[in-house]
């Protein structure tokens, strides 16, 4: 069993920085994957970012190239997600995710959320 527990969000102006971090607790293999989804109001989960546990194998959503980046400390067992330039569009739930193989599907698949098996319990970001 994987426990994952965000923290990090808040309300920023446009323009500033959040860094959200997530800690992994549990079956080491399933959080091979580490990711971030969003959920704005009244829209579907969708992917942001994702880390294999190579640490080179990364993938972001179109939306965030360039302003954000995931990266892992291994030791902590934990994933962050720096966010720069925060538009009001990135106002959202964000959610950690983690499995043992998501993030090694295709395009197609990686940011299916069916494909991920752990789940937090999301921290809010707000941009105004």
């Known amino acids: 069993h994987v426990q994952l527990v965000e923290s990090g969000g808040g309300s920023v102006q446009a323009g500033g920085s959040l860094r959200l971090s997530c800690a992994a607790s549990g079956d080491s293999p399933s959080t091979n994957c580490m990711g971030w989804f969003r959920q704005a109001s009244g829209k579907e989960r969708e992917g942001v970012a994702m880390v294999y546990t190579d640490g080179v194998t990364i993938y972001y959503v179109d939306s965030v190239k360039g302003r954000f980046t995931i990266s892992q400390d291994d030791a902590k067992n934990t994933v962050y997600l720096q966010m720069n330039n925060l538009l009001p569009e990135d106002t959202a739930m964000y959610y950690c995710?983690?499995?043992?193989?998501?993030?090694?599907?295709?395009?197609?698949?990686?940011?299916?959320?069916?494909?991920?098996?752990?789940w937090g319990q999301g921290t809010q970001v707000t941009v105004s």
């Open positions: 995710a983690a499995d043992r193989f998501a993030c090694l599907q295709g395009p197609g698949s990686r940011w299916d959320r069916s494909q991920w098996n752990y």
